[in-house]
């Protein structure tokens, strides 16, 4: 029975951030004869600006759904017959922060052949450019809506860090990244440093860190900007 290979091919953190893309990617996406896509607008404009030759109808397409098994029997499908797929997050390396991890998770439990392609991650390029704790460190996602709930793990965070030397890291929706803001210059320790990373990879790219104290003395307007937060004490 063929197994398949399924290529993980990272995509844009900003629109104007495809020279962070490599090169090598291009020849993954022309191997590939499925897309499993988190957004199949974005990904076939992303695709075809890679390679404007393309003939996206030549392919098949299926959105990530996790509530749809319909998706995972098609990823099935394809593994089975032997078909080489392709994984695409909105944003930056699928399986990380994204819900694409499902069905690699399914490619790994049927034998799959499973190729990460480097690329953006905001993660990654934040950590890398925050001079925090590289070697211990842990991803948190996104943090509760409710302000108090998310006063709270901001505390438990802190402390974390304060104890273990973990460089905590966290995201926010763009339209809430103001008030996420005042909650970490209201809730953390004025020593605590904090690093803010806005547009990475764009033309604008900007990754700061500074002391909660400093940071009070020049906040930044993120609204509707797409930023990384890290902090470490």
Known sequence: ???GTVYLIPTVLAEDGFAAVPAYTLDAIKACAVFFVE???TARRYLKKLWRE???DHY???VIDKKNPEVKKAMEDALRAGLTVGIMSEAGCPGVADPGQDLVALAQSRGAIV?????PSSILLALMASGMNGQHFRFKGYLPIDQLQRNKVIKELEADSAKTGCTQIFIETPYRNNQMLDSLLKICQPATRLCIGVDITSANEKIQT???ADWKKDIPELHKKPVIYLISV
């Open 54 to 56: 393309m003939v996206i």
């Open 1 to 3: 029975m063929s197994k």
């Open 210 to 212: 500074r002391t909660i």
């Open 115 to 119: 190729k990460p392609l480097v690329g």
């Open 39 to 41: 957004e199949e607008r």
């Open 60 to 62: 098949q397409w299926h």
